[in-house]
C-alpha cells in the first residue's frame, strides 16, 4: 500500500477508505448492555454530518476546538469532522481537573468544546466560558449554546461532498494540537501537521507490513487524547483493516480481553509490569509443583525467543509446557492475543522476555507527542527486548555528543503553540531535539538511557541513571512503582511501593536483589514505603507514566527523613 499519492491529509486517509470499505467493521463498543459495531461507510456518513452541523453552528477554520471525551466512535468522528472543516481538534484528557482544562483553554484559546458526559461539560464550563458547547448526553447550560450531539449526526446525506473538499487541505496545515502530560512542568500544545500524521502512520506501516493486520481485532483502552494511542489506534490501526474495539475502561479490562478476544493490543510499560507483577503473585500462592511448572514453562520460552538450543528433555516437556502453562496464560488474554506493543515509557527488559516466554510477540518502540509520536519499534520478526527497535523508515536519527537523541523526518511537530522561545530550543537546524538520553548500536538498533532533565549527579559527580534502577525494582514482584532520587547527595534514595500481599521485610529483600545488580554508586541506600501513584491522587499522568518531580515534592518530608538517619 501506497500512502503518500493517495492520502495528503488524514481526512481524504479515512474518507476515502469509507467510500471503499462501506460495510467493512470498524468499531466496536459497548453500549445499552451489549457491543455495538460501526463500519466505514456509517463512520463517513457521520463525520459528513457532524462537520456540516459544526460549521453551521460557526465553527470556522483555525478555530480550536476542546475534544474531551473517553474512547469511542464519537471521538474520532468528531476529531476528523473538525479536521474536515480545517478547524483545530484539541485532544484532552478525561481525568483533567478544572485547573487542567483552564490551562489548556487559556493556552490554545479554544472558545468551543466538544464533551462526552454531562459532568465533563460541567467542568469545562467551570473552567472557562465558551461560545459553544457540544455534548453526547443531556446537557443543559443557562449560559452557553449546548448541541446535542444527536442533532449533529442526524444528517444522512453522505460524505462525497466532503471528502471532495478534503483534497484541498494542504498536507503541512494544522491537523491537531496534543498537549504533553505534563510529567515536568504546564502541559504544553504541540502542533502536529495533517503530513506528520500521514508520514507516521506510512512509516509504522512499512514496519508491521509483516504482521498482515487485516481482520484484526485491536482492544483499545489509552486514552485517545494521549498522541500514542491517537495516532495508532485512531489512524494507523484503521488504515490497515484493523477493527477497533473500545474497552470501558482499565478496571474492565480483563472482562474485555474474555469477551472481545482481541488479538493484538498496544500496552503501556506500567500495565504489562502490573500483569506481569499479579501473575507472579498468583503463581507464588500455588502448590509447589504449579510453581515448578511455571518457571519451567518461562526459563525453556526464553531459550526458545533467544534462539537457544534446547536439550533433548526440554524439547520433549516443551509442547507439555505449552498446553498446561503458556496456552492458559494466553486464554486470560482471550485465547487469541497474539502481539503487544509497548511504548510510552522504557520498557525494562526483563518484563518483555517475560511476555516472550509466553508465546506473546512483544513490539517495544518509542517516540514522544512532539514526534507524531512514534519514531523507532522493534520489527515484529525481532526478538529484542533491550532496544526500542530501529528508527521508521523516512525517519532520521542521530545522536548529539552529549548523548541527546535527534530526530528529523515529516513526523516532527510545527512546534509548541504559543511558545517561540521553546519551539526554537526544541528545533534547530530542522532537528528535533528530544530531551532523551540514548545510543545506536552497531544494527541501528536504538536504546534509551534516560531523560536528560532526570539523570541524578551524586555529590562526587558521578552520573546516575533513575529510569534503570527504577525499572529494575517494579521488576521485581515485591514492588509495583518506585521513584529514585539523590541529586546532590552521597547517595540514592528510593520510594517505594508494595504489591498486595507484600510486607516491609519481601520490599526491602527485593532491593537487595537489584542491587546486587547495580554499581556501587547506583546502589539504593536508603528506602522508604509510601502509598501508591494514582490519578485520583495526581501522581499519574492519564497514560499511567509517574510525575516522578510531583511525588518527590509530595514525599519531601519522608525523603528528608531518610537521608537524616
Known sequence: MDLVPLWPNTVVMMLSLAQ?????????????????????????????????????????????????????????????????????????????????????????????????????????????????????????????????????????????????????????????????????????????????????????????????????????????????????????????????????????????????????????????????NRMLTQVAREPAWRQLLFHRAIAIGRKSVEGTRLSLGERLVNPLLERLVRRKIRARFGGRFRAAMSGGARLEPEVGRFFQALGITLMQGYGQTEAGPVISAVPAESARVDTVGRPLQGVDVRIAEDGEILVRGDLVMDGYWGRPAETAAALKDGWLHTGDIGALDAEGFLSITDRKKDMIVLSGGENVSPARIEGLLVAEPAIVQAVVTGEGRAGISALVVAADGYDELAVAAAIGSVNKRLSVTERIRRHSPVPPFSLDNGLLTGTQKVRRQLVLQTHREALERLIST
Not at 172 to 177: E, K, N, T
Open 20 to 276: 471503499g470499505w462501506g460495510r467493512r467493521p470498524l468499531m466496536r463498543y459497548f453500549r445499552d448492555g451489549r457491543w455495538q459495531a460501526m463500519d466505514w461507510n456509517a463512520f463517513g456518513v457521520q463525520v459528513g454530518s457532524v462537520a456540516r452541523a459544526l460549521r453551521a453552528a460557526g465553527v470556522s477554520a483555525g478555530d480550536r476546538v476542546l475534544l474531551v471525551s473517553e474512547n469511542r466512535p464519537e471521538f474520532a468522528v468528531a476529531e476528523v469532522a473538525l479536521q474536515a472543516i480545517r478547524a483545530v481538534p484539541v485532544p484532552t484528557y478525561v481525568t483533567n481537573t478544572v485547573a487542567d482544562h483552564a490551562h489548556v483553554l487559556h493556552d490554545c484559546g479554544a472558545r468551543a468544546a466538544i464533551v462526552s458526559t454531562a459532568a465533563l461539560a460541567e467542568r469545562v464550563l467551570a473552567a472557562s466560558p465558551l461560545d459553544l458547547v457540544v455534548c453526547m448526553e443531556d446537557f443543559a447550560s443557562p449560559t452557553t449554546p449546548v448541541l446535542p450531539w444527536s442533532s449533529l449526526i442526524a444528517d444522512k446525506t453522505g460524505f462525497a461532498d466532503l471528502l471532495m473538499e478534503a483534497v484541498e487541505i494542504p498536507p503541512g496545515s494544522l491537523a491537531c494540537v496534543i498537549y504533553t502530560s505534563g510529567t515536568g512542568g504546564a502541559p504544553r500544545g504541540v502542533m502536529l501537521s495533517h503530513r506528520a500524521l500521514v508520514a507516521n502512520c506510512r512509516s509504522a506501516y512499512e514496519l508491521v507490513g509483516t504482521l498482515n493486520l487485516a481482520d484484526e481485532v485491536y482492544l483499545s483502552f489509552l486514552p485517545l487524547s494521549h498522541a500514542y494511542e491517537h495516532t495508532v489506534g485512531q489512524f494507523f490501526l484503521p488504515i490497515t483493516g484493523t477493527e477497533i474495539v473500545y474497552a470501558r475502561g482499565v478496571e474492565h479490562l480483563a472482562a474485555d480481553m474474555l469477551a472481545v478476544r482481541p488479538t493484538i493490543m498496544t500496552m503501556v510499560p506500567r500495565i504489562l509490569e502490573v500483569i506481569r
